[in-house]
């Protein structure tokens, strides 16, 4: 998302914009940035404005310059919808960032959403919810909810093993190219860093590549964890890193197996599976990732009296 996309609300500004964009484009990026400077003194809370002043003195190698652009696009717009606290982020020395913007991931998608397929798959050779439905257990689910289910690609695989399927989605974008399959039984507009363990339980919790947009993950797998039925199953992917959780220049977090196995045990999952694979292409590169399956504990029966009968062999 760039500056460009988001107008001023200002005729002049925006017109400042854009042959700022022109000179750009051609190279002159010290240019740009002084004229796109005179166009935010006249609209000082144009975040958008911020965010692309930003980008160009990271072009031009400018750090401080681009931190504080950055910082101004924040201070404009809190809910950052342009993930410029990210940039910021990835421009110290110890990035400290836990969690993607949901306002940015929101925006992102929404854009994306018509030609997301056409990307991903054509162009990418993304692959993530085949390796988790042949990661799964070869089993039925009664109930099974896919987190972040975009387009729906990922219910497309696993919706002939479910007897119900609903997907949650945070961009409308995206929930409304899944609603044109007809694949799922309910769709919901939700934000998954914010969900509340209810009543509901599900047999399948599955989520292709989605906690790369959350980071830090302890809250949505104690959710899951909560929300399972006994015996229910949690499969997801996210990108393979060796820190914990590292923020990448894409925008997205990798986790380690390390750290995944640390939380998904803290939060009382059994059985737990890692397994190493190539998620999808990214400027002719492989994206190493991991195929993470875990169960939700069965309840303990009690035997009842204390007779050695009740003692297995």
């Known amino acids: 998302m760039i500056a460009t996309r988001v107008s001023s609300g200002r005729p002049d500004a925006d017109r400042r914009l854009e042959f700022a964009e022109g000179l750009a484009a051609a190279g002159d990026l010290h240019a740009a940035a002084e004229v796109l400077a005179g166009a935010l003194a006249l609209v000082p809370d144009w975040a958008a404005g911020w965010f692309r002043l930003g980008e160009w003195h990271e072009a031009a190698g400018d750090a401080a310059a ?11 717009d809190p809910a ?60 039925r689910f009664a109930r099974a909810i896919d987190l972040g289910c975009g387009t729906g ?26 609603a044109a399959k007809g694949i799922y039984d309910a769709l919901e507009k939700r934000d998954l860093s914010r969900l509340e363990i209810d009543a509901t339980r599900y047999d399948l919790i599955l989520a292709a590549d989605v906690f790369i947009y959350l980071g830090a993950l302890e809250r949505i797998l104690a959710w899951a964890a909560g929300s399972l039925a ?44 890692l ?21 939700s504990a069965l309840p303990v029966r009690q035997d009842q009296g204390d007779s050695d009968d009740a003692v297995p062999a």
């Open 66 to 76: 681009a931190i504080a652009a950055w910082d101004r696009a924040v201070a404009a």
């Open 80 to 139: 950052d919808r342009f993930g410029a606290g990210m940039k910021r982020d990835l421009m110290r020395a110890v990035p400290v960032t836990e969690a993607v913007p949901p306002a940015f991931v929101e925006a992102l998608f929404d854009q994306y959403a018509p030609r997301f397929e056409a990307s991903l798959v054509d162009q990418l050779a993304y692959r993530a919810p085949q390796l988790l439905a042949r990661a799964l257990p070869p089993r």
């Open 153 to 178: 690609l990922a219910g497309e695989v696993l919706r002939p093993r479910c007897d119900w399927l609903g997907g949650w989605d945070i961009s409308a974008g995206m929930l409304r190219e899944a």
């Open 230 to 273: 006994p015996g229910g199953v949690l499969a997801f992917t996210v990108e393979k890193g060796e820190a914990p959780l590292t923020l990448r220049d894409s925008r997205r977090f990798a986790h380690s197996a390390a750290y995944l196995r640390a939380v998904l045990q803290a939060a009382g999952f059994a059985q737990i599976g």
């Open 275 to 295: 397994e190493e694979a190539v998620l999808r292409q990214d400027r002719g590169a492989d994206i190493a990732g991991l195929v993470v399956t875990a169960a």
